[in-house]
């Protein structure tokens, strides 16, 4: 397993960062890798599936997320595809001055020739999370 996780302060309060992050269909806003990430079905609670596309080392890579978690300061979803699953965990926390901490992770298990190629995949994940964790920063100081 790799797991990347990276945290971010804003001036933005718990109370709207984390509705914001629940609708992963804003994720084309805050994850630097997210093409596109549109709703399948459900309400945003337990069960809610979104279909993500996102550009990963010059590919398009598309993933199935389904919300596993929705109890605030938690947001638990996980994508899969047929060599990857990514358990993603948001957990946001009131911060200084009224604002919010956001702690943003990762886990990424491979499977088939993919598991082969984690090691040499780990610095691309990394610098994934670097971009993510400054454009998150940007977008939640924007709501």
Request: aromatic share 10%; charged share 20%.
């Amino acid at each position: 397993m790799t797991t990347v996780e990276r945290t971010v302060t804003t001036t933005t309060a718990p109370d709207v960062v984390f509705p914001y992050l629940v609708d992963f269909t804003n994720a084309t806003d805050w994850d630097s890798g997210t093409v596109s990430c549109d709703l399948v079905s459900g309400d945003g609670g337990p069960g809610t599936v979104y279909r993500n596309v996102s550009r990963f080392m010059g590919n398009e890579v598309e993933l199935e997320y389904t919300t596993q978690e929705v109890a605030q300061p938690r947001f638990v979803i996980v994508g899969r595809n047929d060599t990857t699953t990514s358990h993603d965990t948001i957990t946001v926390t009131p911060g200084p001055d009224g604002g919010s901490t956001v702690t943003y992770r990762a886990d990424f298990s491979f499977t088939g020739l993919a598991k082969y190629a984690a090691p040499i995949l780990k610095p691309f994940l990394e610098k994934l999370g670097n971009d993510t964790g400054a454009q998150l920063k940007q977008a939640l100081d924007r709501l």
